[in-house]
């Protein structure tokens, strides 16, 4: 069963949910956060293909789409529609009237940033070569001037947009947090996630970093990708089934 939950006037303010597969018990809600470098044309259907994994394992999945760059988006606006989509998936009940259950994040690139961003109404994260630094990635120009182009100012101007934008410059998660990054990923340096993951591991917070060789930036979301199995895996062993 899919619905159509919208969280705004906006015509991208919207999340498309599935139902877990059937005579599979609900064992929470996967959200599954799409990248692009918060950039249009990029859109949730980029998050589709993984979806049956997540409910033939269990999960009730919802997929949201925000406001981007060009269409509306920016910081803090693309934030705030993650953060009213996540809102109005606690108030939609399932076919079964369960609710949302505890809550997944899966974020890729941009998506992860704003996985990274929200992880304080998460069971777990994980994060597909995330955005983790948007100081460092505003003074390399990743994704072509994307930091720029969504914050709408530079970390000198202000930075206490940036402290509450960036993931680096955040609180830690409390929840557990898998951090994928391929070694050659030519988009999201893999050097961010590896410098992210080292600073939250030396302060305790229970992030881990796996960075699978030869795995390309869109290869994270392809659902046939060697990585999936172990994500799965941790997965279970982070939020197991329920008996």
């Not at 597969?21 to 249009?40: D, I």
């Not at 009237?97 to 992880?119: E, K, Q, T």
Request: proline share 9%; net charge negative.
């Amino acid at each position: 069963m899919t619905v159509l939950v919208r969280y705004g006037d906006d015509p991208q303010q919207e999340v498309q949910v599935w139902s877990a597969a059937p005579g599979e018990r609900s064992r929470g809600t996967a959200v599954l956060v799409h990248g692009g470098y918060w950039r249009t044309p990029w859109a949730a259907d980029l998050m589709h293909p993984l979806v049956p994994a997540f409910t033939e394992g269990g999960w009730r999945v919802a997929v949201p789409e925000y406001r981007r760059i060009g269409s509306g988006g920016g910081w803090p606006a693309t934030s705030d529609d993650v953060a009213a989509a996540l809102a109005a998936l606690d108030r939609q009940d399932d076919d079964a009237g369960s609710g949302r259950g505890p809550v997944v994040l899966v974020g890729h690139s941009a998506g992860g940033h704003l996985a990274l961003v929200h992880s304080g109404v998460a069971r777990a994260v994980v994060a597909l070569a995330p955005v983790t630094d948007l100081v460092r990635g505003y003074a390399e120009g990743i994704g072509n001037g994307a930091v720029a182009e969504l914050m709408g100012t530079s970390p000198e101007a202000d930075p206490a947009a940036y402290r509450a934008a960036s993931p680096r410059q955040r609180p830690w998660p409390a929840c557990p947090v898998l951090v994928v990054h391929g070694t050659d990923d030519a988009r999201v340096p893999v050097e961010h996630s590896r410098e992210y993951a080292a600073a939250a591991s030396a302060d305790g917070a229970p992030v881990e970093l796996v960075e699978p060789a030869s795995l390309d930036h869109m290869a994270l979301i392809d659902p046939a990708a060697p990585h999936w199995p172990g994500v799965h895996a941790w997965l279970d062993r982070t939020l197991p089934r329920p008996r």
